[in-house]
Every structure is written in C-alpha cells, then in structure tokens.
C-alpha cells in the first residue's frame, strides 16, 4: 500500500452515508422484485404478471446488457454514474407508464425496456462498490442495505398475502426514486475514478488472490442465478430463501459492527451451507419433508453471492485495474449462461 498509485487511490474512495447506501440498495429490490417476476417462471410470482413474454428473449437481453456494462466499464468509465442517472430515469418513466392503459405490444416493450435498464445497470453497480466505496461503506451496503432490499423482495414474493402487479407498480416507482437521488448525490466525471494501473507502474498483480476469489466467485455466482429458480418450485420457497438472505445480510452487519469481524471470515460457512441445501433439495425427490430446509440453506448461498461486489475490493486496493469488476460481471455472466445450458438439457 506505499505505492503512491495505491495511496493516491484509497483517498479517493468514500465514505457514504447510511441513508445513501439504502437508496442505492433499491437498484436490489428493484432487479430481484421486477426482474423476476418476468424472468422466472418458476417462481412465487408466476401468473401475476400482466401479460406473456417471451423468456428467451428476455434471457438474451441480460446477457446482452452485461455485455454492454463490461464494455463501457473497459472503454469509457468516466461515463458510468452519467450512464446510471439516464438509466435510471428512463425506468422511472417506462414504470409510471404502467399506470396508464398501454396496448399489450407497447406493454410488452415496456417491460423489455426495464430489464434492459436494470440489467445493464448490474456492472454499474459493481463498479461503483469496487472503485469508489471506500471498505466500509461496502459491507455497510451489502450487508444493511441489502438486508433491508432483501426484505422488500422477500414481502414481495410471498405467497401467503397475494401482491398483483397494479400493487407493486406503486414500489417499483418508490424505488426508482430513491435510487435516482443516490446518483444524483455522488459526483460524475473521470475526477472520481481510480487510477488505474499500467504495467510500467511496476504494481505486482496479487495472481492467487486474483484466481481463487474468481474461482469463489463463479460458485457463488452458479448458487445466486440457480437458488431462485429451484426454491421456487417449493410453495413459499423464494420467500423463506430470501428471509433467510435478509437474516444473513444483518447478522453480517451485526457482527461486523460489534465484533468487527469481516464478512469475508463468514463466507465459507455461507458457502457451505449453501451448497448442502442444493444436496437437500435433491434429496427431496426421497424425502419431501427436507424442502423448507433446503431453502433455507439456499439462502445462505444467496447471500454469499450478493457479497459478490466486495471480494473486488481488496483486489481493486492492492491492484487498482479497470478489469476487476469487468471480470466480477463476466463470472456472472458466464454463471447465467451455464444455468441457462444446464436447464435447457436437463429440465
């Protein structure tokens, strides 16, 4: 850390207010709530939607969108809180126009346009955790402020008292409001940025570090787009998983706070947990009575994937490149697209 790139970096991150991080954790609820209420027809909200789409189509424009992310995140960074402000009101304007009596093609383009705001916006997001936050503001965010976005999701989804569409118009615009004010708090411009390194920096790259937290990474990532898709088709699945991601998300704060143990020393138990309630739920085939426990334990590995954005932290600090949350958003990306395989062959 005597490097004076290194240096010259760590006062450029941070610290963000609490009431700051909550807005900015509605980008959460916001793609958990919303985008799969389209995307997964597997789950809690299936058949509360107002109308069909296509989920192939709405499949390629996630992975078209994290393409564009990591493409302006390598080209032109200097633009991303610019490109996370129009985004963000473009959506706001797409979701207000769900109160009005559009057609279904003009509908059904609507809802397009809001997964290719939210979904675009999902490297943004990584990227700001990564290069601008200073540490603590990033586990405050991850942990409080998605405890809190959890917890709407997990409302949001339940299956006991029935949330139509018309009612969760109504917090989707809550939300994008929210987040708008968040990037309309936090400076744009290349002033902001990291200074990224270049070879002739001399700045060693910490290559294990680097290679097994990637390698950690695309597991959790394979937990996070699979677990919603398989709890929900357990009754009350996706809820109890999410209560349980909430659940993990204060504890972690919690801990952090008082004991000052760093998430990080929680993920392989996390992990662990999460990978034994993938093993659970296939032996709910046998025994149908495990289900709700391996929800529950799913949602760990939930939660350890919604820390995702943070393993680039210690990264970025030692080794400050443009690449690092380009290769946390590709690891998710490929997560999707494997999913997206292995449920085309085997389910």
């Known amino acids: 850390m005597n490097h004076p790139i290194l240096i010259e970096n760590q006062k450029k991150r941070r610290e963000i207010p609490l009431w700051m991080l909550v ?19 597997s789950s809690a909200l299936d058949g509360k939607i107002p109308i069909d789409i296509n989920i192939d189509y709405g499949t390629t424009l996630t992975a078209v969108c994290y393409i564009l992310g990591i493409l302006t995140m390598i080209f032109l960074p200097r633009i991303i809180t610019w490109a996370q402000r129009i985004a963000t009101g473009v959506a706001l304007l797409s979701a207000i126009g769900f109160f009005l009596p559009l057609p279904d093609d ?10 290719f705001c939210c979904c ?28 809190i976005a959890v ?16 009612t969760f ?17 936090i400076p744009a411009g290349k002033e902001r940025l990291p200074r990224f390194v270049k070879k002739s920096d001399g700045i060693p790259a910490p290559k294990k570090l680097m290679w097994g937290t990637y390698l950690l990474m695309f597991i959790i990532a394979l937990m996070g787009v699979a677990g919603p898709a398989i709890v929900g088709k357990v009754e009350h699945g996706v809820s109890i998983m999410y209560l349980i991601v909430a659940l993990s998300c204060f504890s972690m704060y919690l801990i952090h706070k008082k004991a000052n143990i760093h998430p990080f020393r929680l993920m392989p138990i996390f992990v662990g947990l999460g990978g034994l309630g993938f093993i659970l739920m296939i032996a ?64």
Do not use: D
């Not at 003009?106 to 997964?115: E, G, P």
């Not at 603590?136 to 409080?144: E, N, Q």
């Not at 085939?285 to 393993?311: D, E, K, Q």
């Open 23 to 41: 807005c900015f954790a509605m980008f959460s609820f916001w793609q958990m709530a919303f985008i799969y209420y389209f995307l997964e027809p």
């Open 106 to 115: 003009i509908l059904r383009l609507n809802i397009y346009l809001q997964i």
């Open 120 to 147: 675009l916006m999902i490297g943004f997001e990584t990227f700001l955790v990564v290069t601008y936050f200073s540490e603590k503001s990033s586990v405050k965010y991850l942990t409080f402020g998605y405890g």
């Open 151 to 166: 917890s709407l999701i997990a409302l949001v989804q339940n299956e006991v008292i029935s949330i139509p569409f018309s």
């Open 169 to 185: 118009r109504y917090a989707m615009v809550v939300a994008l409001v929210l987040l708008f004010i968040f990037f309309l708090r």
């Open 284 to 347: 709910t085939s046998y025994v149908p009575s495990l289900a709700y426990v391996a929800c529950a334990l799913i949602g760990f590995g939930m939660a350890a994937c919604m820390l995702a954005p943070l393993y680039g932290v210690p990264i970025m600090k030692s080794y400050p490149s443009k690449y690092i949350p380009c290769a946390i958003i590709g690891l998710a990306l490929s997560a999707v697209l494997v999913h997206a395989v292995i449920a085309e062959i085997f389910l």
